[in-house]
């Protein structure tokens, strides 16, 4: 299966998507992680790259087109992967040349501005290690502050406070528009919708497993 999963930051694309690959038998080829990588082997690219990600700005489309097409021909593509995420038509494009192209379904996650700004805001990072903890969902380390895999500090990143995540969220919606609407127009995009029925009592958000059966189960239709 050849899968896209779009949605804002905070809707959990990325977490549903690594734990579903593996599932499938496909490959997850997130693009941040494939930038980070390049990034970190310094390849002309990579460090090129770099410029754009250290101050937070979308690297541009052609740089994109050509990591993107490269890495889905890479051996572990063979069966299919889920693409985490193209950012806009010209990506979504450049996926598309490469595939000559089936993308079975762009999977679209829905999920209320409120929730996303409280899980957003509720984030805090290991300022040494990355690794990521949530207050709303309980994610917590063992000892408050300190991260449970190295030791580092946690921090709110600044660009996970609410003004900064209602601009990040305004920004992903006039990027995303187009896309959405290109996906809908192949007839490919299906929407995924948060909804508080799917919410366990006593819980604040929709845990993870739940919405990874939700998806699979869609997915399954189409097989
Ligand atoms: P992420 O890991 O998805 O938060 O992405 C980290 C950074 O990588 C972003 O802030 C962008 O600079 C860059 N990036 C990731 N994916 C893309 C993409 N599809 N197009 C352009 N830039 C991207």
């Given at each position: 299966m050849k899968l896209v999963f779009?949605?804002?930051p905070g809707s959990g694309k990325g977490t549903y998507a690594s734990r579903i690959a593996p599932k499938l038998g496909i490959a997850?080829?997130?693009t941040g992680d494939i930038?980070?990588?390049a990034a970190a082997a310094k390849t002309p690219i990579g460090l090129k790259a770099d410029e754009y990600m250290?101050?937070?700005?979308?690297?541009p489309d052609k740089i994109m087109a050509d990591i993107i097409k490269n890495r889905l021909k890479a051996s572990d593509c063979i069966n299919g992967f889920i693409l985490d995420c193209p950012y806009n038509v010209a990506q979504a494009q450049a996926v598309d040349v490469v595939n000559r192209t089936r993308i079975d379904i762009a999977l679209n996650m829905v999920v209320p501005q409120n929730v996303l700004i409280a899980r957003l805001t509720a984030r805090r990072v290991c300022q040494k290690c990355g690794e990521i903890y949530n207050l709303r969902t309980k994610i917590l380390p063992?000892?408050?502050g300190i991260c449970d895999k190295c030791g580092g500090l946690l921090i709110h990143r600044e660009d996970d406070k609410e003004a900064a995540v209602k601009v990040r969220l305004a920004i992903y919606e006039e990027r995303a528009r187009l896309m959405l609407k290109y996906?809908?127009?192949k007839g490919k995009l299906v929407n995924i919708e948060w909804?508080?029925?799917d919410v366990p009592p006593g819980e604040v958000d929709i845990p993870p497993d739940i919405m990874v059966e939700k998806i699979l189960k869609i997915l399954r239709k189409f097989k």
């Open positions: 779009l949605g804002p997850h080829v997130s930038l980070r990588e250290k101050v937070g700005k979308p690297v063992k000892v408050e996906y809908a127009e909804k508080k029925t």
